[in-house]
């Protein structure tokens, strides 16, 4: 009837309430489907939690600091402190705000990346569902996400939640474009955009195949995201807090949840399209998955803690006069020697690894030689401030 | 099993989408509205997936859900007053009148076209569509729908020079 057949989780469950209690079928498979949901929800969100106290960790030991260590061993339990200080403060709506859609934005923003875990593999034969739209399913649910923060930075009331929702817009509609071209560059080396058949297709890790998709992957990455050195939105300096201002309580703790779950959802998006999934030798599949996964939260950390956030306008600039070319660039060879090769051998694929390497090396600096984010002041021309373009 | 639920599967999601589009039209918000009108979209694409077409259904969030509703929704901000909605100017019986013609048009072309069922043993190459939509999709448009296609693609392209020229700094 559907791919949840094959899901042991959801066997088990059916089994147990259909043969053992000899419940009612449609019974057993509501149950069965409820059991997948809440295993992979509260895992993923689980790792969400995590992250917030890694990152916290890992920049505090950045910057010289411990970082937390009180609450639990290592301070582990923080993230625990933290979600129930949260549920006891009070909960503020502002009289300004419209109510329904202030209490919807929080929902809004968390459900498109539960929705989009459902095609994620998490090791060997263990996902919801194999659909043969798998990337581009999770890219439409990204882009969901820019309707929250417009939603939050409206039903806020407030003017600089406003403004900081705009250019939050702004900016992921911009990145939105070089990210779907680095996603269209691994499905045209895997002439698929289901999630197996690309983590199949890489019998080289395709961020070797593919050095200049990973790249662009991984900066418009982070500003999907919102993070460092692209959180504008939250530029305490100019804006308090962006579309988070009037939020506190659990309403908060959502959209925080949300953001640090995207990033683990990001993180497994880049084990699976570029670092070959849940394949490798030895360990379990789902632990290298998690390796995996952690390695790149702990790089988004590390990001996070070394580059100081652009102007707005830097970034607009830099996501449409240098990214955007360099995904051309870069969906060009891949489907040129796509072309060349239909089916590569390992050696054709160690061809195209140099090869790409060598476009990746010679296309960087050639671009930052054409494109400057920073204008030198020229008499008669002002450079725009930031609250002009948003 | 299966036609129960796709039958309460259908007539939510109908509702869903044609609440949303009645709800776009009544409500004074504009920001609502806007809203509304992705609620509508949603429907749409739940609808599109029910009838299997999975691409379909994604690009339509994709496209309408979330790059043309943001889209509005920046439109709907520069408008004078987004909560109230804009004083009327007296085009609502003529918008009636478009929206009945538009309306009749499209009902009676749906009525009258002929649907032709697909048979329960399909030949290999149309099942095979079936199974792998966006592949099939890809090479209709690259091979038969080029011209078109291509036509598409130098209008947006049009579209986006005229954008340009119009809000060019002096």
């Known amino acids: ?390 | 099993m299966e036609n129960a639920f796709t039958e309460v599967a259908f007539w939510t999601l109908s509702i869903v989408t044609v609440g949303g589009a009645l709800g776009v039209v009544r409500t004074h918000n504009m920001f609502r509205a806007a809203l509304l009108l992705v609620v509508s979209f949603v429907g749409v694409a739940g609808i599109f997936a029910l009838v299997n077409a999975e691409f379909l259904a994604v690009v339509q969030l994709l496209v309408y859900a979330g790059g043309v509703a943001v889209l509005v929704i920046f439109a709907a901000m520069i408008t004078t007053n987004v909560t109230e909605g804009n004083r009327s100017t007296g085009t609502q019986p003529f918008a009636v009148l478009v929206s009945l013609v538009l309306l009749s048009a499209l009902v009676s072309a749906i009525v009258q076209a002929e649907w032709a069922l697909l048979p329960d043993d399909m030949p290999a190459p149309l099942a095979a569509a079936f199974v792998d939509t966006p592949a099939a999709l890809g090479r209709m448009l690259l091979n038969e729908f080029v011209l078109p296609f291509e036509i598409a693609g130098v209008v947006l392209l049009a579209a986006v020079i005229g954008a340009l020229s119009l809000v060019r700094e002096r």
């Open chain 1, 1 to 390: 009837m559907s791919p949840l057949k094959d899901n042991s989780i959801f066997s088990w469950t059916y089994e147990l309430v259909a043969d053992t209690l000899g419940g009612p079928e449609w019974l057993a498979y509501g149950l069965g489907a409820l059991a997948v949901i809440m295993v992979v929800v509260n895992g993923f969100l689980l790792i969400g939690t995590i992250f917030t106290w890694m990152e916290r960790k890992v920049v505090g030991r950045f910057q010289s600091r411990v970082g937390p260590n009180r609450v639990g061993p290592f301070g582990i339990l923080q993230a625990v402190a933290d979600a129930v200080k949260l549920l006891f403060q009070e909960d503020i709506v502002p009289r300004r705000a419209d109510r329904l859609l202030f209490n919807a934005a929080p929902i809004v923003m968390l459900a498109p990346s539960l929705l989009a875990l459902a095609v994620i593999p998490f090791g060997a034969g263990s996902y919801v569902a194999d659909l043969n739209i798998g990337v581009l399913y999770v890219v439409a649910m990204s882009g969901i996400a820019s309707l929250a923060v417009l939603i939050a930075g409206y039903a806020s009331g407030n003017k600089l939640a406003l403004l900081g929702s705009m250019r939050a817009v702004a900016m992921l509609l911009s990145y939105e474009i070089p990210l779907v071209m680095a996603l269209l560059g691994i499905t045209i080396l895997a002439g698929s955009m289901s999630m197996v058949d690309i983590i199949a297709a890489q019998s080289v890790p395709f961020v070797l195949v593919s050095p200049l998709g990973a790249l662009i992957f991984l900066i418009a990455m982070s500003a999907e995201l919102n993070r460092p050195p692209f959180d504008v939105t939250e530029a305490e300096s100019e804006l308090v807090a962006g579309y988070l201002t009037e939020y506190s309580g659990m309403k908060f703790g959502v959209f925080y949840l949300a953001e640090f779950s995207n990033v683990v959802l990001a993180g497994a998006l880049f084990a699976i399209l570029f670092l070959d999934g849940w394949e490798w030798a030895i360990l379990p599949s789902h632990l290298w998955f998690l390796i995996k996964v952690f390695g790149f939260l702990f790089v988004a950390s590390w990001v996070r803690a070394t580059l100081p956030r652009m102007r707005i306008d830097q970034i607009l600039t830099f996501a449409w006069k240098y990214l955007f070319p360099l995904s051309l660039v870069n969906v060009l060879a891949l489907a040129v020697e796509t072309i060349a090769w239909p089916d590569p051998s390992g050696l054709q694929l160690w061809i195209m690894v140099a090869i790409n390497w060598a476009i990746a090396a010679a296309a960087i600096p050639l671009l930052s030689l054409v494109v400057h984010l920073g204008e030198p002041a020229r008499a008669g021309r002002r450079i725009p401030l930031s609250e002009e373009v948003f």
